[in-house]
């Protein structure tokens, strides 16, 4: 919460430590998952971890947080995906608003009355959906209306430009406005300084994420950071 500095919710992200200890980059093996068919399992393992996860922080008494997950093309197009929907919150037991699925501008305009039906699917179990990257995809207005989707994550690219160009504050300015206009929430990504915080807090934003609240932590660390940030 860009008020009250409260956090509201985290993000789940995968990354991989080779042999040697050092961490191998999502954008190297996200394709490799993705074209050999192995992001279907991973996705469902990443899915069932970041809720079991956020049961755990429950039981801590971290109530109402909400878990972002991101979530590909070739799940959302798996027979099976939204029975592992399903299998994780029988397993986790979380309530499925805390649940937030994300999926890119791009992904969501693919196959458009495919990507409606889903959606309205997870929508009726609970489950939030946000359009990640948001502002980079070129989305038609009359598709985002109908998508019913719960939240627009402003792309980072305009917030590391908007307190130095006055062209990327309008696009965030105007992204803050049709999401409000369209009952969404609206969170901005990439945020890492202060003035970038002031600035969005002072046009209406809500919310953020970035490196100026936190880098990413495994999970024993982000319980620890929650109840020092939200005591």
């Known amino acids: 919460s860009l008020a009250t500095r409260r956090v509201l919710g985290v993000e ?3 990354r991989w430590r080779n042999d040697q200890g050092r961490f191998v980059p999502p954008d ?5 998952a993705e074209n050999s068919g192995m992001i279907i399992s991973m996705g469902e393992w990443v899915m069932r971890t970041a809720c079991l996860g956020l049961r755990q922080f429950q039981r801590e008494g971290i109530e109402e947080l909400r878990m972002a997950v991101n979530v590909s093309v070739s799940q959302f197009r798996h027979p099976q995906f939204l029975a592992s929907v399903d299998a994780v919150l029988s ?4 309530d499925p608003k805390l649940l937030e699925l994300e999926i890119t501008e791009s992904v969501a305009m693919l196959e458009y009355e495919f990507m409606l039906g889903m959606i309205n699917q997870l929508k009726s179990r609970g489950v939030m959906v946000a359009i990640d990257d948001f502002g980079t995809g070129f989305s038609s207005l009359s598709y985002l209306e109908r998508l019913n989707v719960d939240r627009l994550k402003i792309d980072r690219s305009f917030i590391s430009q908007m307190t130095q160009a006055s062209s990327s504050q309008r696009i965030v300015e105007t992204i803050l406005q049709l999401g409000h206009s369209l009952d969404l929430s609206i ?3 990439g945020v890492e300084t202060e003035e970038q915080a002031s600035a969005l807090h002072a046009i209406g934003c809500a919310e953020a994420q970035g490196y100026l609240f936190a880098k990413p932590l495994e999970v024993h660390d982000l319980l620890a950071y929650i109840k020092a940030t939200n005591t």
Not at 91 to 94: L, P, T
């Open 91 to 94: 397993e986790s037991g979380i």
């Open 12 to 14: 789940a992200l995968l």
């Open 28 to 32: 190297q093996f996200i394709p490799l």
């Open 187 to 189: 969170i901005a990504e």
